[in-house]
C-alpha cells in the first residue's frame, strides 16, 4: 500500500489555465505538507496544514490554494499557471507529536507549463 | 534564509568507497534529518539526529552532529551502485513545524 500517493504523475498545461494535484496519505498523520522543487533540485515547502487547519504559508503566490478536506488529503490547487510553476511538486506528510518527526513524501507531480 | 547548504555539490566514487557529505544550517535546531532521493522519484528518509546527539549509526550509515559550528556529516561506508541517488539534510528549527531542506549533493557509483 503506498503511503503518500499524489496524482497526476505528469501535468503539461498551457499558461493560463487553472490545475489540480490531488495528495492522500494513509499513514494516520496530523501534518501534511506541499514542496515544490525546482529544476537545480532545490526543495522549498509551500505549505503545512495539521488536522485541516494551515499552519505554515510561506510567501506563496495567491494563485495557489492548498485545500483539505480531512487530515488524510491535502489538495493543491493553482490558477492562471505561469511558466515559472513548472517544477515537481511533492506532498508530504508526517505526525508531529510537538515536533516534526520524519516526512514521507509522495512520488512528485512533474508540472510543466507550456 | 535557507538552511542546509550541502558539500559538495556533486561527489563521484568507485563502488566500496566510502562516500562522506557535509551540511551546515544557520539557526538553532531541533533535529536534522537525511534524505535521499532517486532520479524521477520521491524523497526516502535516512536518519534522524536530534540537536542533544553527537553521532548516530543504521547500517551503513553514519550521520555526525556538531552543533557548535551547526554542521552535519553523512558517511556512507562500503558505497554501492543502488546508492546513486541526491542527498538532501533538512533541519527543523526551534519553531517547529517544517522541515527545510539543503540544495543537495548528487552521489555517484561507479561499479
Known amino acids: 500500500d503506498t503511503a503518500v500517493s499524489q496524482t497526476p504523475k505528469y501535468l503539461v498545461t498551457q499558461m493560463g489555465n487553472d490545475k489540480s494535484i490531488k495528495c492522500e496519505q494513509n499513514?494516520?498523520?496530523?501534518?501534511m505538507y506541499w514542496y515544490k522543487q525546482d529544476s537545480k533540485k532545490f526543495l522549498k515547502i509551500m505549505f503545512s496544514?495539521?488536522?485541516?487547519?494551515?499552519?505554515i504559508n510561506e510567501t506563496v503566490p495567491n494563485r495557489f490554494s492548498p485545500k483539505s478536506p480531512d487530515k488524510a488529503h491535502l489538495n493543491l490547487h493553482i490558477n492562471s499557471l505561469e511558466l515559472g510553476d513548472s517544477a515537481v511538486y511533492f506532498c508530504?506528510?508526517?505526525?508531529?507529536?510537538?515536533?516534526?518527526?520524519?516526512?514521507?513524501f509522495g512520488q512528485g507531480t512533474r508540472l510543466t507549463v507550456v | 534564509s535557507q538552511q542546509g547548504e550541502e558539500d559538495p555539490q556533486a561527489l563521484s566514487i568507485q563502488e566500496g568507497e566510502n562516500a562522506t557529505m557535509n551540511c551546515s544550517y544557520k539557526?538553532?535546531?531541533?533535529?536534522l534529518q537525511w534524505y535521499r532521493q532517486n532520479s524521477g522519484r520521491g524523497l526516502v528518509h535516512l536518519i534522524l539526529?536530534?540537536?542533544?546527539?553527537r553521532e548516530k549509526h543504521s547500517g551503513r550509515l553514519r550521520v555526525t552532529l556538531d552543533t557548535s559550528k551547526k554542521s552535519s556529516s553523512l558517511l556512507i561506508t562500503a558505497s554501492r551502485a543502488a546508492d546513486t541517488a541526491s542527498y538532501f539534510c533538512?533541519?527543523?528549527?526551534?519553531?517547529?513545524?517544517?522541515?527545510?531542506f539543503g540544495a543537495g549533493t548528487i552521489l555517484r557509483v561507479k561499479s
Open positions: 533538512a533541519t527543523e528549527g526551534r519553531g517547529g513545524n517544517k522541515l527545510v
Open positions: 496544514y495539521n488536522n485541516k487547519e494551515l499552519i
Open positions: 539557526t538553532s535546531i531541533n533535529n
Open positions: 508530504a506528510s508526517s505526525q508531529v507529536p510537538g515536533g516534526v518527526t520524519e516526512a514521507f
Open positions: 539526529i536530534r540537536s542533544n546527539e
Open positions: 499513514l494516520g498523520h496530523d501534518t
